[in-house]
């Protein structure tokens, strides 16, 4: 008579040590699946944040470096200013000023800016940080004007151009020092303009980073009028 051999098989012991490994292994990847996704969604969105930064930051720089010099308004125009921290959102510190400068030049563009309209060349053009509501993180904005047209053909036309942005700060080079602001002066132009535009990839001020570009406008020796008649044969 033959003897079967003998069956093995798993104890519920091992079963159960199995299974546990299993879950284990199996929410271990999942957390480290999670962790990726998130660092890749961080990363995502840092790449976009400084890529419309530095978009936004190359539509400033273009602008003033065709700054229009030949017309009877002034050519440059800057103001100095903060957010309203009445509007500002939940998780931003209330005690800080946030930079919110507005800066206005008439530019020279051959970009169209409304379809089948006639425009001219030249164009009023500036940029300014807006938030859509109360709460809501601000927008980097432009708005562009190709008419001289009063109200309601005047205003011009209004576009997003970067999100995410903490701050805009301006300041203008007379020569001397850096000024805050720029307004009606002699000669119309400073001796160079410094952009600073703040911004984050998650909208926090604690993630900020700043890019900063310096336009400068070389200005020709100044000459006395009368001083160049006399030395006229």
């Avoid at 001796?191 to 570009?213: E, F, K, M, W, Y």
Wanted: with cysteine.
């Amino acid at each position: 008579m033959t003897r079967s051999p003998r069956q093995s098989a798993f104890t519920l012991v091992e079963l159960i040590v199995a299974t546990t490994a299993t879950v284990l292994v199996a929410g271990a990847t999942a957390g480290m699946l999670r962790a990726l996704t998130a660092t890749g969604q961080r990363t995502a969105a840092a790449i976009e944040t400084q890529q419309q930064a530095r978009t936004a930051m190359r539509a400033i720089v273009t602008a003033l470096r065709n700054v229009h010099r030949n017309g009877e308004e002034p050519p440059l125009l800057g103001t100095d200013g903060v957010l309203d921290a009445a509007n500002l959102p939940a998780d931003w510190l209330s005690d800080v000023d946030y930079p919110a400068d507005r800066v206005r030049v008439f530019t020279v563009t051959r970009r169209q800016v409304r379809g089948g309209m006639p425009e001219s060349d030249v164009v009023e053009c500036e940029f300014l940080l807006a938030c859509p509501a109360p709460g809501e993180k601000p927008l980097l904005m432009q708005r562009v004007d190709p008419t001289r047209n009063d109200a309601p053909d005047g205003g011009g036309v209004v576009t997003r151009l970067a999100g995410n942005v903490i701050g805009l700060d301006v300041s203008y080079h007379d020569g001397q020092g850096w000024l805050a602001e720029w307004g009606r002066r002699p000669g119309g132009l400073p001796v160079a303009v410094r952009i600073r535009l703040i911004v984050s990839p998650d909208g926090t001020p604690d993630q900020a980073v700043a890019l900063t570009r310096i336009v400068d406008f070389p200005h020709r020796p100044a000459r006395d009028a009368d001083q160049a008649a006399e030395d006229e044969p």
